[in-house]
T-cell receptor
Framework: AQKVTQAQTEISVVEKEDVTLDCVYE???????LFWYKQPPSGELVFLIR??????QNEISGRYSWNFQKSTSSFNFTITASQVVDSAVYFC????????????FGQGTELSVKP | KAGVTQTPRYLIKTRGQQVTLSCSPI?????VSWYQQTPGQGLQFLFE???????NKGNFPGRFSGRQFSNSRSEMNVSTLELGDSALYLC??????????????FGPGTRLTVL
């Protein structure tokens, strides 16, 4: 079975705190892609990052960083020094091999950053 | 460059009716995917079109159908609406089919309410 699990339904932090959003995936494919999307209240999904299964290098982009560990099938997302504008629902997604652009999404984590 | 546009943004229908939603991809993009988002089931893949052909389909009943036109614009149709079809329907476009190496850009969605 191919599945993405985001165990944290809701997280609430105070501005400037660091926060990590967890993502665990299941697939038997050796080739696959993982994604993170942000969904603000407007509803539009905003692409954050794409990672292929052969690239376990961690990535940092400004206040955002991602930790990909194939050994634990996890692809966690950390926001450093969170800001109110980071409040949104964040989705982790899996693209299985040979399934075109189909994305299998986790249930999402709603992040609330309070001033 | 204009983003993905979806019309209408909001729609109210009654059970048994049918509905057609429209998606205009980013100029030059040829692949369009559709997703259904509900509080209970989350984000689920409906189908993917490329060059006017359905290339991939999710696990939805035959009441859900779609098509793509020569200008890459896409429509999805839901016939014999049920209460459970109430959802946010999201469209995503990308340059090519199987766009795992190419970012999928999402539109703002169409909020369908079935009474």
């Amino acid at each position: 079975a191919q599945k993405v699990t985001q165990a944290q339904t809701e997280i609430s932090v105070v501005e400037k705190e660091d926060v990590t959003l967890d993502c665990v995936y299941e697939t038997r494919d050796t080739t696959y892609y993982l994604f993170w999307y942000k969904q603000p209240p407007s509803g539009e999904l905003v692409f954050l990052i794409r990672r292929n299964s052969f690239d376990e290098q961690n990535e940092i982009s400004g206040r955002y960083s991602w930790n990909f560990q194939k050994s634990t099938s996890s692809f966690n997302f950390t926001i450093t020094a969170s800001q109110v504008v980071d409040s949104a629902v964040y989705f982790c997604a899996l693209n299985p091999h040979n399934q075109g652009g189909k994305l299998i999404f986790g249930q999402g984590t709603e992040l609330s950053v309070k001033p | 460059k204009a983003g993905v546009t979806q019309t209408p943004r909001y729609l109210i229908k009654t059970r048994g009716q049918q509905v057609t939603l429209s998606c205009s991809p980013i100029s030059g993009h040829r692949s369009v995917s559709w997703y259904q988002q509900t509080p209970g089931q989350g984000l689920q893949f409906l189908f993917e079109y490329f060059s006017e052909t359905q290339r991939n389909k999710g696990n939805f009943p035959g009441r859900f159908s779609g098509r793509q036109f020569s200008n890459s614009r896409s429509e999805m149709n839901v016939s014999t609406l049920e209460l459970g079809d109430s959802a946010l329907y999201l469209c995503a476009s990308s340059l090519v089919l199987g766009s795992v190496t190419d970012t999928q850009y999402f539109g703002p969605g169409t909020r369908l309410t079935v009474l």
